[in-house]
């Protein structure tokens, strides 16, 4: 909620809020030039003070003080009134007061765009836009790098996000005064504030006079540097007095006694106000106006670089063509997108259908239009969620459509959701859909199903769902266009269930039994394949780890999958199993002797293979997420940097591929090995290691390298929030570099 707001505010506000601060800005110098042509105010007290300015000036009516001390006179002679400046030592003219060129015009424009009282309104809300993004601004930041305590750490990263936030930063104070300050002020103007003092009671007077300033007690009393304004008695009325007004109230003195006669303080509202009229235009505080009008001047800045990063992501929002028309389509599929991500998995799903033969049409949520969907025999909505629980980009308007339609569309629908099980709202959007749908009477045609994390494996089990209930094969493609699994390997056949091949086990390394956690490294021979299958590298012809095999347990046709711990090169088939309490498969895995099948199949999972550079490798693993890591390690003949984070219970018991990691760690196929146990004497986990390395990881990021993490979802989440406050020096993120494609995945 608090991106969206700093985003659509500054977007809609943004031009407003740049004439308010040049203007300010500009304002700005007016006090620093005036205290530079300020002489410094001497120690002398008001009465001699205003005898001095009586003298020079006979016709003096009132002497007012800025804060910035200089001093006016106005006075009335010979039918005409003047303005002077006086010199505060003499108390002589020294020249007449005249409007600092320009400033009335650019002060009109700053409080009110020279549009009077209405005016004075729009630059309120200008006030309250600059109040909204200079907070939420403060709140991204310090999620962004790391927390409050690293919010002005160094920084690196692409220059328009880390200019933006360098600038804002520093600058965001100055415009959190201005903000605030200017909405006080304006609710002091318009009367929203309660009264303050007033002017005191005036009591009886003496009715003499002809007595000199110099000679009035009370105005001795009070030091020149302490007064704000000095009225002088109407000439020839002994009835009237001095009215005096200091930074601490406002009183009234006989003209002939020279005695305080009433005095009424400044309340605190009063004092606030004049604090936040030194905060807001720095008068009396040069420093602190030059301040300010710096921090005004980023504003523009601000905005284009923000203007910037926003024109990035919309250029990243670009149209998707659909497959074939709606009205045409067997299947319409209608995808609720944030950054993109959810329409790569909607066209692997529309490919697997047009290769079963399908008619499909991808279209966005925001184009809902079931009139069209003459000859849909389902619909499939696949949605992320976008902030609290919103609907993403292309989802706009879908749930308001939905409940408008007076009766729910034939076709019967499925909700696959796409989240991050770490945050509290977990595709909530998609349940939100769901919930409508079936509040609205659509028919279902399966229960909804989630995707944690772009898991490649989640995907692959709803479609392999989604086969069975249409009974079709379905064999999603993997990013270089090669179907996923066919032939032998397992796509799901006329019957719904996946064709497989038997896997005999030729060998297994057991673990974990002292610490009840029972685990094996489950190597198995590479199946016979046909020579038509070798030839094209379909099934287990051609594998890489980090790929899927899917497992068919004894009586039950929904298969587990495991990522591969090898690649065909390797010549055998490879996983990492730990016994789950009441795990089926995992029990029959687990009680497998070598000799002994089971029948698998495989599934590619191309987003999570190493890229075919020389970029160094951060990889991060506990417990069995250590197999694919290790078969990336393992056929990395080349020498690539390869860093390996591994945690487990126990070194004694859990440290799988234990001798392999010391040879490939000594043979150079792997750069650095480092190692977290929990139940050990160092009680760490591997997120530990990961932040006791922090200044080395970012330095392999800024080289360019890609972290990889395999292994349970809570391991994951830990991962990355460590992984949030190592990168945050630098402005990056785990959300960035997976946009990037260098933060990768496979959590279960």
Avoid at 159 to 170: D, F, M, S
Avoid at 711 to 726: C, K, L, P, Q, T
């Amino acid at each position: 909620m608090i991106r969206p707001l700093h985003r659509w505010v500054g977007l809609v506000a943004a031009l407003l809020v740049c004439v308010t601060a040049l203007s300010g800005a500009v304002l700005s110098l007016y006090p620093a030039a005036e205290a530079i042509g300020t002489a410094a105010t001497p120690a002398t007290d008001v009465a001699t003070f205003a005898a001095r300015v009586q003298k020079a000036l006979p016709g003096v009516e009132q002497i007012r003080r800025a804060a910035s001390g200089k001093i006016t006179a106005f006075t009335y002679d010979a039918g005409g009134a003047a303005r002077w400046v006086v010199d505060p030592e003499t108390g002589a003219a020294s020249a007449p007061a005249a409007p600092a060129p320009g400033k009335k015009w650019i002060t009109d424009l700053h409080r009110a765009f020279l549009a009077g009282d209405a005016g004075r309104f729009a630059a309120a809300a200008v006030s309250l836009a600059m109040l909204m993004l200079t907070v939420s601004g403060f709140l991204l930041a310090a999620r962004r790098v790391g927390g409050w305590r690293r919010l002005f750490g160094p920084l690196k990263g692409p220059l328009p996000p880390r200019l933006h936030l360098e600038l804002a930063r520093v600058a965001g104070i100055g415009l959190l005064l201005s903000s605030l300050t200017g909405l006080w002020l304006f609710a002091a103007t318009f009367g929203l504030l309660p009264k303050g003092g007033g002017l005191p009671p005036l009591p009886p007077v003496s009715g003499t006079g002809g007595v000199s300033p110099a000679q009035l007690g009370a105005l001795k009393d009070i030091p020149l540097s302490d007064l704000r304004e000095l009225v002088f008695p109407r000439a020839g009325d002994l009835r009237d007095v001095y009215t005096v007004k200091t930074g601490a109230g406002t009183g009234y003195v006989d003209q002939g006694t020279g005695a305080l006669m009433s005095w009424t303080a400044r309340t605190t509202l009063e004092r606030i106000s004049d604090l936040a009229h030194l905060l807001h235009t720095g008068a009396g505080a040069a420093a602190l106006g030059l301040f300010l009008g710096l921090c005004s001047l980023s504003v523009p800045v601000l905005a284009a670089t923000g203007l910037l990063q926003q024109s990035g992501r919309l250029r990243g929002i670009c149209r998707r063509k659909a497959g074939v028309a709606a009205q045409d389509a067997d299947t319409v599929i209608l995808v609720g997108s944030e950054g993109g991500t959810t329409w790569t998995f909607a066209r692997k799903l529309a490919g697997a259908l047009a290769r079963a033969g399908g008619r499909p049409h991808v279209a966005a949520m925001s184009a809902f239009a079931p009139e069209r969907y003459t000859g849909a025999e389902r619909v499939l909505i696949l949605a992320a969620t976008s902030g609290d629980g919103d609907a993403p980009a292309s989802a706009g308007g879908f749930l308001d459509r939905l409940a408008a339609l007076p009766a729910p569309p034939a076709a019967p629908l499925a909700v696959l959701g796409f989240g991050d099980r770490s945050f509290p709202r977990y595709c909530a959007y998609a349940k939100r859909v769901a919930a409508a749908a079936r509040k609205a009477g659509w028919r279902e045609l399966m229960p909804m199903a989630e995707v944690d994390r772009q898991s490649a494996s989640d995907f692959a089990r709803w479609i392999g769902a989604l086969a069975q209930v249409l009974d079709i094969a379905l064999t999603p493609e993997d990013e270089t266009g090669a179907s996923g699994a066919s032939g032998a390997s397992g796509a799901a056949g006329a019957s719904g269930a996946p064709e497989t091949v038997g896997l005999t086990l030729v060998s297994r390394r057991d673990y974990g039994e002292e610490v009840q956690a029972p685990t094996a490294i489950l190597r198995f021979a590479l199946p016979r394949m046909p020579l038509w299958s070798r030839l094209r590298g379909q099934g287990f012809a051609r594998f890489e780890a980090g790929d899927l095999i899917g497992i068919l347990p004894a009586g039950d046709r929904r298969p587990r999958y495991y990522s591969l711990a090898s690649g065909h090169r390797d010549g055998f088939v490879e996983i990492c199993v730990r016994k789950q309490p009441g795990g089926l498969c995992s029990g029959q895995l687990m009680a497998l002797r070598p000799g002994e099948t089971v029948p698998a199949f495989l599934r590619r999972n191309p987003g999570f293979h190493p890229a075919a550079d020389d970029r160094p490798l951060i990889l991060i693993g506990a417990g069995t997420g250590i197999g694919p890591l290790a078969g990336f390690a393992r056929a990395n003949t080349a020498h690539r940097p390869i860093h390996l984070y591994f945690g487990a219970r126990s070194e004694a018991s859990d440290l799988l591929y234990g001798e392999d990691l010391a040879r490939w760690r000594q043979d150079g196929r792997l750069a650095s090995l480092a190692t977290a146990f929990s139940r050990d004497a160092q009680h760490a986990y591997v997120q530990d290691v990961l932040r006791r390395d922090a200044d080395t990881l970012r330095r392999l990021i800024a080289e360019g390298a890609r972290i990889m993490i395999c292994g349970g979802r809570d391991m994951a989440a830990g991962v990355a929030a460590a992984m949030e406050d190592i990168l945050a020096p630098v402005a990056l993120s785990p959300v960035i570099l997976k946009a990037q494609g260098r933060y990768v995945e496979d959590a279960y």
